[in-house]
């Protein structure tokens, strides 16, 4: 990013989840000093800040950026060090820090690395606060300390067992579960096995050193990148298996027959153990409805992204929330997205109920299938008019149009359409579900058609 244009409006930095890019094109030195500078002139001197990083190669050289941008405000940083993001928004909440940072791109390939930015009670920073980050450092607007008034380094890593304890004190977890645990070679490499061991499981480890060029496998935790994790849980009789991404926001359970648990199927299952009001995004299948449906529960749907689902669990005061991709956040504990404490909510509810896999099977199955078609930026708008105008009628027995991000159609059988603009990328993204992969292949050829005579 050019920080010496003058244009009247400042870029973009943040997407949907942070900034995230290639590290040296996209995510540099500058890049990671100017938030921190940005983030001092925001807060102004003398208040703290958290910083931690997942384990990617660049990690301490953004770090250092960063740190010294802080400093020369005049705030402190709080090190975490090499932490898991749940750490980071933890920490930040419960020693009362001003805000909090975590270096990482999350699940994103090792060459990428990026920033996200929490609020002092874990919650992800909205994009009103995004964007006045951005203003900050497009005009230039920092505000510097005298140098008696640099700010300091406390190192604060100890604090991860007090975030042991307290997700162990949360949870009722009885010793006896076998379970493989793959952290990718991420943040939470350490911390995951020993979170598990002290809640009792017998645990083997997969990909459990941190290492930055993720030699194990690539850290987003898809059912193609687990082929390792399910055959060691069948080989070696688990109860489940636990993946994490690289910062271990996100979880994913594989059963104990070595099958990836389908990711709307285990959200929906949990959500409804949970019960009461619970979010998740417009990209979720009809699955989680039904679900909640049974139990006089409630389903509230929000824009794509974690930060839109915390906004919309304190708007509601709803009990859960999560995104299909395993990142979920428990609000009664914190407003983070918590891998370590999913996978936990996923040990005591096997432990209580029996194996995944039947657990699972009597969960409603809409088979989901995505794509994405080629629109360039400045045809988005005028294309997703017209899908606004034209989608409800394509399709019978509509019953339900949510405009909340992008298009999404429900039909009286509980098939679903989504139609969005990619935030990142040249693309409108088709999402839908069917009752049978059947269905929703004839839904997703027609949509292509449908969008192909738009353009």
């Keep these: 990013m050019n920080y010496n244009e003058n244009n009247s409006e400042a870029p973009k930095l943040f997407g949907t989840s942070g900034i995230r890019g290639k590290v040296g094109s996209e995510v540099t030195l500058e890049l990671a000093l100017g938030i921190g500078r940005s983030l001092s002139t925001l807060l102004g001197e003398g208040h703290r800040i958290v910083v931690g990083y997942d384990s990617r190669t660049s990690n301490k050289m953004l770090e250092s950026a960063l740190t010294a941008g802080i400093l020369e405000g005049g705030c402190n940083v709080l090190s975490i060090g090499l932490a898991p993001t749940p750490l980071v928004g933890y920490a930040t909440m419960k020693i009362g820090a001003d805000a909090g940072v975590m270096i990482t791109a999350s699940h994103n390939p090792p060459q990428d690395n990026g920033i996200k930015v929490w609020n002092r009670n874990g919650m992800a920073y909205r994009a009103h606060q995004e964007r006045a980050l951005e203003k900050v450092i497009h005009y230039k607007t920092f505000t510097n300390t005298s140098w008696e008034n640099i700010g300091r380094v406390k190192d604060i890593s100890s604090l991860s067992s007090l975030y042991i304890t307290d997700l162990l004190n949360f949870i009722n977890i009885k010793p006896g579960l076998k379970v493989v645990v793959d952290c990718a070679n991420g943040a939470a490499s350490y911390m995951s096995p020993l979170l598990l061991r002290k809640a009792g499981c017998d645990v083997i480890t997969l990909n459990s050193q941190p290492d930055g060029f993720f030699p194990g496998r690539m850290p987003e935790p898809s059912d193609k990148n687990l082929g390792e994790l399910k055959k060691m849980v069948k080989k070696s009789k688990a109860d489940l298996g636990i993946a994490h991404d690289g910062d271990a926001d996100r979880m994913v359970a594989v059963d104990e027959k070595g099958v990836m648990a389908e990711f709307d199927k285990l959200l929906s299952l949990v959500a409804s153990e949970i019960g009461g009001r619970v979010v998740t995004t417009v990209d979720a299948s009809s699955t989680i409805d039904l679900c909640m449906d049974k139990i006089d529960g409630q389903v509230i749907r929000t824009e794509v992204g974690d930060v839109h689902v915390a906004e919309a669990i304190e708007e509601h005061k709803a009990s859960f929330g999560g995104e299909p991709s ?79 991000d992008g298009v999404r159609i429900s039909m009286k059988n509980g098939n679903w359409i989504l139609i969005r603009p990619s935030g990142t990328e040249p693309y409108l993204r088709i999402t839908l579900g069917g009752k049978t992969i059947e269905e929703a292949q004839k839904m997703m050829e027609r949509c292509k058609g449908f969008l192909g005579g738009l353009m």
């Design 326 to 404: 395993g990142t979920w956040i428990h609000p009664d504990f914190c407003m983070c997205p918590d891998g370590l404490l999913s996978a936990l909510r996923v040990i005591e509810l096997v432990q209580k109920k029996g194996p995944l896999s039947q657990l699972l099977k009597n969960v409603p199955s809409f088979p989901t299938l995505r794509e994405r078609i080629d629109c360039k930026e400045d045809q988005k708008n005028l294309v997703m008019e017209k899908v606004k105008k034209k989608l409800p009628h394509l399709f019978e027995s509509v019953i339900k149009v949510d405009l909340i």
